[in-house]
């Protein structure tokens, strides 16, 4: 199975700030990394495919990128709304599709 | 838009089964897509547990593959999740999911339904 490290853990930062989450795979995945947004109630939210494709409706404050076998998700300006938990997710290979272990984004 | 909805028992008993189903609302189950199970333990990351195509092709997570059985039910337009001999470490929140075919990630997912194992 494909391994995604993903880092930090948890993060706490002050709106307005640039907030980035990074996520390695065990191998290579080419631009098959997704990230989501997950908050408590509510259904997981698709935010990026395809390592750089911001899904229709994602405020452009979000976005991702990609080194090799290393991805960066990245928010511009952190605000209120934003609070929640992310997740890359690997969708390259045969399954299973696996997940990072998320990132917890607090408001400082 | 297609919306999916979780349902079933919120308690199961060690060593029995745990029974999901994914409503489907607004668009078809035998549309060109895998349905998906994704999991979510206490203090822990997202899980993928399996997915299921019109064509009646399974796959599984292998960590759960002896255990679990995912199925497409066409007249009722949903979808199921049936994991057996079931222990504490299942309890978890269960979401439904699917994602096209094709694009290689999930468009659209449920709002997760909670499900604890205990006696």
């Known amino acids: 199975d494909i391994q995604m490290t993903q880092s930090p853990s948890s993060l706490s930062a002050s709106k307005g700030d640039r907030v980035t989450i990074t996520c390695q795979a065990s191998q290579d995945i080419d631009n098959y990394l997704n990230w989501y947004q997950v908050k408590p109630g509510k259904a997981p939210k698709l935010l990026i495919y395809g390592a750089f494709t911001l899904q229709t409706g994602v405020p452009s404050r979000f976005s991702g990128s990609r080194s090799g076998t290393d991805f960066t998700f990245t928010i511009s300006s952190l605000q209120p709304e934003d609070i929640a938990t992310y997740y890359c997710q690997q969708y390259a290979h045969s399954p299973p599709y696996t997940f990072g272990q998320g990132t917890k984004l607090e408001l400082k | 838009q297609v919306q999916l909805q979780e349902s079933g028992p919120g308690l199961v008993k060690p060593s029995g089964t745990l029974s999901l189903t994914c409503a489907v609302c607004g668009g078809s189950i035998t549309s060109d897509n895998w349905w998906s199970w994704v999991r979510q333990s206490p203090g822990k990351g997202l899980e993928w547990i399996g997915e299921v195509h019109r064509s009646g092709t399974t796959n599984y997570n292998p960590s759960l593959k002896s255990r679990v059985t995912i199925s497409m039910d066409n007249s009722k337009n949903q979808f199921s999740l049936n994991l057996r001999s079931v222990t504490a470490a299942d309890t978890a929140l269960y979401y439904c999911?699917?994602?096209?075919?094709?694009?290689?990630?999930?468009?659209?997912w449920g709002q997760g339904t909670l499900v604890s194992v205990s006696s």
């Open positions: 999911a699917f994602a096209i075919s094709g694009q290689r990630y999930f468009d659209c």
